[in-house]
T-cell receptor
Framework: EDQVTQSPEALRLQEGESSSLNCSYT??????LFWYRQDPGKGPEFLFT???AGEEKEKERLKATLTKKESFLHITAPKPEDSATYLC???????????FGSGTRLSIRP | KAGVTQTPRYLIKTRGQQVTLSCSPI?????VSWYQQTPGQGLQFLFE???????NKGNFPGRFSGRQFSNSRSEMNVSTLELGDSALYLC???????????FGQGTRLTVV
């Protein structure tokens, strides 16, 4: 079955300390690789969709990139308000459902 | 435009009872999906509806059911509640021709 694996499970950074979150996926015929942000007790907030290897998208301090089997969410000079769980998800060509990874809990210390 | 709306936001039910949750998708979206989120299992896909038809179903027991109305609004029902059904239930809608899903704020269900 298609699977999405995220690492690390948790990441604590100092404000301004850049880093990357990893997402590996197994689906063939990728129709979309998604990144979401989720704050405690709230629904996931859509960030990016990537469709093909080599594609990159940016939003403020976040940049998402895609290879054939992995995606990375790069966070540059993070601020405490970037603290959240970041979820990666995939949609394959053979199914209409979206499969989620277990997320990376990001904590930014002031 | 208005986002996905889920009601109620919080529910407390007793074991053995049943519960119905409601979801209004973004205007113009015809696909509605439901997910269960727990600390141990993460986001688990329940089912997806498109134009009033169930298009996909996850690995949940038959106690979990859903439906979609002609205005794309959706409901999910859980019968004979168990303690393990306590979770955040999330609804997401997708536009025709789109791939990404937009989520509501969820319904927090607690079974006691």
């Amino acid at each position: 079955e298609d699977q999405v694996t995220q690492s690390p499970e948790a990441l604590r950074l100092q404000e301004g300390e850049s880093s990357s979150l990893n997402c590996s996926y197994t689906v063939s015929g990728l129709r979309g690789l998604f990144w979401y942000r989720q704050d405690p007790g709230k629904g996931p907030e859509f960030l990016f969709t990537l469709y093909s290897a080599g594609e990159e998208k940016e939003k403020e301090r976040l940049k998402a990139t895609l290879t054939k089997k992995e995606s990375f969410l790069h966070i540059t000079a993070p601020k405490p308000e970037d603290s959240a769980t970041y979820l990666c998800a995939e949609k394959g060509s053979s199914a209409s459902k979206i499969i989620f990874g277990s997320g990376t809990r990001l904590s930014i210390r002031p | 435009k208005a986002g996905v709306t889920q009601t109620p936001r919080y529910l407390i039910k007793t074991r053995g009872q049943q519960v119905t949750l409601s979801c209004s998708p973004i205007s113009g979206h015809r696909s509605v999906s439901w997910y269960q989120q727990t600390p141990g299992q993460g986001l688990q896909f329940l089912f997806e509806y498109f134009s009033e038809t169930q298009r996909n179903k996850g690995n949940f027991p038959g106690r979990f059911s859903g439906r979609q109305f002609s205005n794309s609004r959706s409901e999910m029902n859980v019968s004979t509640l168990e303690l393990g059904d306590s979770a955040l239930y999330l609804c997401a809608s997708t536009g025709v021709g789109d791939t990404e899903a937009f989520f509501g704020q969820g319904t927090r269900l607690t079974v006691v």
